[in-house]
């Protein structure tokens, strides 16, 4: 059992930048692939970027490639999502997740077995 909180969200300007982070439990963090995706208000849940167990493995959603950067630290057991020139598109509820352990990066939702509470980014224009 994998728990994670997420922490960082809040209103920003257009333009503007913030660093979600994603603490997760366990001491096993290091096996498991994590990924952010983010919800808007009447819409489904997306994708936004993954990273694998070791960090040497990056993918991007189109929407935020270029923009947005997932890095993580195995030794903290936290994963973060730099998000830099934020549009009012990019309004949401950002969730991290966790797959099971030793399973592939992956882009879909289905895939990921845990997932923290949210936390909600506000850009505005």
């Known amino acids: 059992q994998v728990q994670l909180v997420e922490s960082g969200g809040g209103l920003v300007q257009a333009g503007g930048s913030l660093r979600l982070s994603c603490a997760a439990s366990g001491r096993t963090f290091s096996s498991y692939a994590m990924g952010w995706f983010r919800q808007a208000p009447g819409k489904e849940r997306e994708f936004v970027a993954a990273?694998?167990?070791?960090?040497?493995?990056?993918y991007y959603a189109d929407s935020v490639k270029g923009r947005f950067t997932i890095s993580r630290d195995n030794a903290k057991n936290t994963v973060y999502l730099q998000m830099n020139r934020l549009k009012p598109e990019d309004t949401a509820v950002y969730y991290c997740a966790s797959t099971i352990p030793r399973k592939p990066i992956s882009t879909m939702v289905d895939e990921y077995a845990y997932w923290g509470q949210g936390t909600q980014v506000t850009v505005s224009s």
């Open positions: 990273i694998s167990w070791s960090g040497g493995t990056t």
